[in-house]
């Protein structure tokens, strides 16, 4: 049975950091692209970053523009783990971070259970 649990999550003031895990169990996702998604209170999941394979030509990651030079999402492939280290925490970061991973390209057909990240101002 695969599985992507995430952790990490937390009560955080604002300008404060967290990093959060996602660990994945029954398959290895060392050749899958990889993402955090969040959902905050009364709003749709959104996209936060991605992280492509290392076994690409060149492992790249992609951020929301509301997260670039905050957030890095980084991946060990050895520990089967991505991570998201979030500097600079803002009120508006609150929500449930989901971690997720493609089978299909371009589809995440895994997703975690979700931890949650609070910000208080």
């Known amino acids: 049975q695969v599985q992507l649990v995430e952790s990490g999550g937390g009560l955080v003031q604002a300008g404060g950091s967290l990093r959060l895990s996602c660990a994945a169990y029954?398959?290895?996702?060392?050749?899958?692209?990889m993402g955090w998604f969040r959902q905050a209170p009364g709003k749709e999941r959104e996209f936060v970053a991605r992280?492509?394979?290392?076994?690409?030509?060149?492992?790249?990651?992609y951020y929301a523009d509301f997260v670039k030079g905050r957030f890095t999402i980084s991946r060990d492939d050895a520990k089967n783990t991505m991570y998201l280290q979030m500097n600079n925490l803002k009120p508006e970061d609150t929500g449930v971070y989901y971690c997720?991973?493609?089978?299909?390209?371009?589809?995440?057909?895994?997703w975690g259970q979700g931890t949650q990240v609070t910000v208080s101002s």
């Open positions: 997720a991973a493609q089978q299909t390209r371009g589809k995440y057909d895994y």
């Open positions: 029954g398959r290895t996702f060392s050749s899958a692209t």
């Open positions: 992280i492509t394979p290392l076994s690409w030509s060149a492992m790249n990651s």
